[in-house]
């Protein structure tokens, strides 16, 4: 729990009662969750557009948390999807609280049966980066034969960029630094590019679309990396590339796609889909506890994990 923005140690186990599920809702056992991105900035109130929606001088959510896999221990009385004893996995989606043993969920919400190829840890992991590549991929109409390069490829939503893209068909360039070539190569990725030795903007290659999950590229040399009419994804932009992209969207004939994802059920259920037919997998950097939640944070916070960061309950 926390009860303060701050450093992870603001982050402390406490007692909590065991919620109740409502008549829609399923009540959790959580086996796993992750510390993503989204965590760590909702902690520090970083940016601080966060503190307008989530608290402005202190959190309103105590529990951080935003995705699960675990076991469904009660149902409410009209709950139809799920039965006790399931295996499930998700997102929280902006209510967060998976960082807990137990959770109550909606039934409708951004959940789906656990892959039943994959540990609770690894189910875990896969809705953050998976549902956020998968929001912008199909926003972006991402097809067959398509170029699209990938920034911050090994990263979480980056390390699902690739293999969705490939999924979709698209021939797709990585970029990661020098220790991670391998690892975006395994996913799929058809070229890599280490950012450590090569900028891509000087190598005359263009691209249908660029995403940019780490928003570290500079918004104006990508748009010259672009072909016409081509799509450039920032789906780590702030409320200034929010504004400019909508600008040049409009005037420049080149589209920035940038927002905050949707994600549902069907979502996740296609994941799992995609999963189970090994065609996306987990790709899990380092597991900690509950009790290391706040060594995780530290960690994710630096910003060069490996895919993901999984907490095992
Ligand atoms: N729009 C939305 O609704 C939405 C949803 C989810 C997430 N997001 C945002 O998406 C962002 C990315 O999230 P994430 O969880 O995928 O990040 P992440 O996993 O923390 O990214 C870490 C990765 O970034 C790579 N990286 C660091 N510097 C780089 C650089 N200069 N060039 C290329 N790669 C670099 C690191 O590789 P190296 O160690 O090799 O440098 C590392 O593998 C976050 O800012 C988050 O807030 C937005």
Redesign the pocket.
């Known amino acids: 729990m926390y009860t303060a923005y701050g450093p992870p140690e603001v982050l402390q186990l406490e007692e909590v009662d065991k919620p109740r599920p409502g008549d829609d809702e399923i009540l959790v056992k959580v086996r796993a969750t992750a510390v ?3 965590d760590w ?1 909702l902690r520090k109130a970083d940016p601080f557009g966060v503190r307008l929606f989530f608290g402005l001088m202190k959190p309103k959510i105590h529990i951080l948390g935003g995705v699960l896999s675990g076991d469904v221990e009660k149902t409410g009385k009209h709950v139809t999807r799920f039965k006790v004893g399931d295996e499930v996995f998700g997102s929280t989606d902006m209510s967060f609280g998976a960082y807990a043993e137990y959770i109550c969920l909606a039934e409708n919400g951004a959940l789906a049966l656990k892959p039943n190829n994959m540990t609770h840890g690894e189910a875990a992991v896969i809705p ?2 998976g549902a ?1 590549a998968l929001y912008f991929i199909k926003k972006a109409n991402i097809s067959v034969g398509q170029k699209v390069l990938i ?2 490829a ?5 390390s699902a960029a690739v293999q969705l893209a490939k999924y979709f068909g698209a021939n797709v360039t990585g ?3 020098t ?2 070539i391998d690892l975006v190569k395994s996913l799929g990725g058809d070229k890599v590019i280490d ?1 450590t030795k090569e900028d891509f903007t000087q190598n005359g290659e263009t691209y249908d679309v660029i995403f940019d ?4 590229l500079p918004f104006v040399d990508s748009l010259k990396s672009l072909n016409k009419n081509g799509i450039l994804i920032l ?2 932009a702030g409320l200034s590339d929010m504004m400019k992209g909508w600008w040049v969207s409009l005037s420049k004939g080149k589209k920035v796609m940038t ?3 949707v994600q549902t059920a069907d979502d996740i259920a296609f994941l799992k889909k995609l999963v189970e037919g090994g065609k996306m997998r987990a790709v899990i950097d380092r597991t900690y506890t509950l009790a290391q939640i706040a060594e995780a944070h530290a960690y ?1 916070e630096k ?4 895919g993901n960061v999984a907490i095992e309950l």
């Open positions: 993503n991105s989204g900035r953050f980066g956020t920034n911050g090994s990263g979480a939503v980056g970029i990661c630094s220790v991670n950012y999950t780490v928003k570290k789906s780590a927002g905050v994802i994710v910003g060069h994990k490996k």
